[in-house]
T-cell receptor, first 108, second 114 residues
Framework: EDQVTQSPEALRLQEGESSSLNCSYT??????LFWYRQDPGKGPEFLFT???AGEEKEKERLKATLTKKESFLHITAPKPEDSATYLC?????????FGTGTRLQVFP | GAVVSQHPSRVICKSGTSVKIECRSL??????MFWYRQFPKKSLMLMAT?????????EQGVEKDKFLINHASLTLSTLTVTSAHPEDSSFYIC??????????FGQGTRLTVV
């Protein structure tokens, strides 16, 4: 069964304390791995698409990487405004399979 | 990124009435649109997938007569919650996808049924 699993479920960081979020997937014939950020009361905001193992993409303090079995979202020197829920998703036929997300809180 | 507009952002309705939520892809043609429901501090729960000009495909457990989906064009999909009850109160989010690329989400609609 195709599945996307995220860990940890919640993460509390001090401002400036770098860390990584994990997204592992078991989706046959992967056709992309997507990362989103969701703030409370809003729809998810698209961050990155990764298509092949070894690919990396960066945006400000975020860097997403992909292997054959998992993806990581690295957060370097986070700031309080990076606090949000981060979701990853993989397509399965015409649907997207979402992980349950990682709730990140960054404290000043 | 592409823009998906969802309207209204908040709606309060009386029990027994119907509510329509619109989802528009503003700068691309969406071959597929999705409707999700999200409970507090939970992940997205897919309700249905719709393709332009064809009937929506509903997920197991989602009542198609209660949640009517119309995908009238490549840029517009609507979700109508019929005969709404307090248990239908939730956060509803649409997303639009072009081909097999990433999906873009609307801002969400907070529905409160009183």
């Amino acid at each position: 069964e195709d599945q996307v699993t995220q860990s940890p479920e919640a993460l509390r960081l001090q401002e400036g304390e770098s860390s990584s979020l994990n997204c592992s997937y078991t989706v046959s014939g992967l056709r992309g791995l997507f990362w989103y950020r969701q703030d409370p009361g809003k729809g998810p905001e698209f961050l990155f698409t990764l298509y092949s193992a070894g690919e990396e993409k960066e945006k400000e303090r975020l860097k997403a990487t992909l292997t054959k079995k998992e993806s990581f979202l690295h957060i370097t020197a986070p700031k309080p405004e990076d606090s949000a829920t981060y979701l990853c998703a993989a397509p399965n036929t015409d649907k997207l399979i979402f992980g349950t997300g990682t709730r990140l809180q960054v404290f000043p | 990124g592409a823009v998906v507009s969802q309207h209204p952002s908040r709606v309060i309705c009386k029990s027994g009435t119907s509510v329509k939520i619109e989802c528009r892809s503003l700068d691309f043609q969406a071959t597929t649109m999705f409707w999700y429901r999200q409970f507090p501090k939970k992940s997205l729960m897919l309700m249905a997938t719709s393709n332009e000009g064809s009937k929506a495909t509903y997920e197991q457990g989602v009542e198609k007569d209660k949640f009517l989906i119309n995908h009238a064009s490549l840029t517009l999909s609507t979700l109508t919650v019929t005969s709404a009850h307090p248990e239908d109160s939730s956060f509803y989010i649409c997303s639009a996808r072009r081909g097999e690329s990433e999906a873009f989400f609307g801002q969400g609609t907070r529905l409160t049924v009183v």
